[in-house]
């Protein structure tokens, strides 16, 4: 099947985890990636604060959100919880949506950046990156919640 690539945008890319979120960024032509400081998670409302102010700074004009699906492809417990939370932050931030299944992204993260074991939030921000990678490349293209 052929893969169209998405319009490139100003896109803010989310590792959902359960007590940080990783992030990442690129630039409205998508041409460069940045690793952004990842939040430690509390509340939505706390995490929604931090992620409107980030959103606002960046010009971001959507979300990709990383869905670790397992090896066949089907969605898992934290999948469930991603979407959910992707969902609520589309909706909550007016923003669209795009899934990348993150299967192995923190691994290969690690790899590439010599992070594994990593507890700071930096493997899950360079998770983050390689999904928005991932996106620019293949996409799919954002879509509303």
């Not at 969902?87 to 299944?101: D, F, G, M, Q, T």
């Not at 923190?106 to 983050?128: I, K, N, P």
């Amino acid at each position: 099947m052929l893969k169209i690539r998405p319009q490139p945008k100003s896109i803010i890319s989310i590792d959902v985890g359960r007590k940080r979120i990783g992030l990442a960024g690129c630039d409205p032509f998508g041409i460069t990636i940045k690793k952004l400081p990842p939040i430690i998670r509390k509340e939505f409302s706390e995490d929604l604060k931090i992620l409107k102010v980030l959103c606002h700074k960046r010009k971001a004009e959507g979300l990709i959100i990383g869905l670790p699906l397992d090896e066949s492809g089907r969605l898992t417990k934290q999948a469930i919880y991603s979407e959910k939370y992707g969902r609520k932050l589309s909706k909550a931030l007016c923003l669209p949506i795009a899934w990348v299944n993150e299967h192995s992204s923190t691994w290969a993260a690690g790899e590439l950046y010599g992070l594994h074991g990593d507890r700071s939030g930096q493997l899950d921000s360079a998770a983050a990156a390689l999904l928005l990678e991932q996106w620019l490349h293949e996409g799919p293209e954002l879509r509303p919640v």
